[in-house]
């Protein structure tokens, strides 16, 4: 099968051949439709290693994919061969940049018919990271205030609804140019970057931007509120509140509800460039705006 490879950090990520992927215990092998990666995940240390910390170069990147189970590993329940899915590869095996794959069933939920391959593509990380940013780590409740940094992103444009559609007052915040987007996404005001002290004080801040701005939102947040970051560990906490770094987690219940709710048209999933697995290589090297998806097959 065809699938991109990285040797090591600093090398040029390549399309090569590999053998088809083995479905172990629990695993299901998908053929793989469109996927999505993190230009930036070739700095993470799973990217290189195992489990067990053992490397594992070369490497094929991207976790986030969409497509159609065609085997099913001993003792693998829960999805069939012809089924669609959508979800999250495991962060120290293979990824999603590459023809097949192999993954836990759990990380995976069933598709709908009525929601295509590079949609679902860009949900898992984003939308997973933007709810358990706001409601399992942020204790987000109706009527309280949240602050979304980067909300016209791929995570904060998610957030934005999320919240809203709980009920809480969102302020959002990024580049002039975002404005209005976050403002058509249900933002109740938008500032720029070196405006924060205007939006006052907040119950929850969602942080992707790390750097100065993490360390300068730790002010914003009220007493028993919470800064919520995915960027690194905070420096600065809040005077009277919480401070969480956290990584996201596989959620099969909570991936058939953010996909419901897409199917609602309650939740919009922004999607910048569409590109084949060939052009892998300069969109690492050339990041675009908004989430990249890679269109890996086009049959169904």
Request: hydrophobic share 45%; aromatic share 4%.
């Amino acid at each position: 099968m065809q699938a991109i490879t990285v040797r090591d950090r600093t090398a040029e990520p390549e399309l090569t051949e590999l053998p088809h992927p083995h479905a172990a215990e629990n695993d299901v092998v998908v053929r793989v439709h469109a996927a999505a990666f993190t230009p930036g995940e070739l700095t993470w240390p799973a990217t290189w290693t195992d489990r067990a910390g053992r490397d594992r170069a070369p490497s094929v990147p991207g976790h986030e994919l969409s497509g159609v189970v065609t085997e099913l590993g001993y003792g693998t329940t829960g999805l069939t061969i012809g089924q669609r899915v959508f979800g999250l590869a495991d962060w120290t095996r293979d990824g999603t940049l590459a023809e097949y794959v192999a993954v836990e069933a759990r990380n995976l939920a069933p598709l709908p018919a009525d929601i295509d391959h590079v949609t679902a593509a860009a949900l898992p990380i984003s939308g997973l990271t933007a709810w358990q940013a706001l409601f399992d780590h942020g204790r987000l409740e109706s009527g309280r205030t949240v602050l979304v940094h980067g909300a016209a992103g791929s995570v904060g444009s998610l957030a934005v609804q999320l919240a809203r559609s709980a009920g809480a007052r969102v302020l959002g915040t990024g580049r002039p140019s975002d404005r209005e987007t976050v403002l058509g996404l249900g933002a109740a005001a938008f500032f720029e970057l070196d405006q924060l002290t205007e939006a006052g004080e907040v119950d929850v801040v969602l942080d992707v931007l790390g750097g100065e701005v993490l360390d300068r939102s730790a002010a914003l947040v009220r007493a028993g509120g919470t800064l919520v970051t995915i960027a690194e560990p905070p420096r600065i906490r809040p005077a009277d509140g919480r401070a969480v770094f956290f990584v996201v987690e596989p959620d099969r219940a909570r991936l058939t509800d953010l996909a419901q709710r897409v199917r609602d048209g309650r939740l919009e999933v922004r999607v910048g460039a569409v590109r084949p697995l060939a052009e892998v290589p300069a969109e690492f090297a050339h990041r675009t705006r908004g989430k990249t998806v890679i269109r890996v097959t086009e049959e169904e």
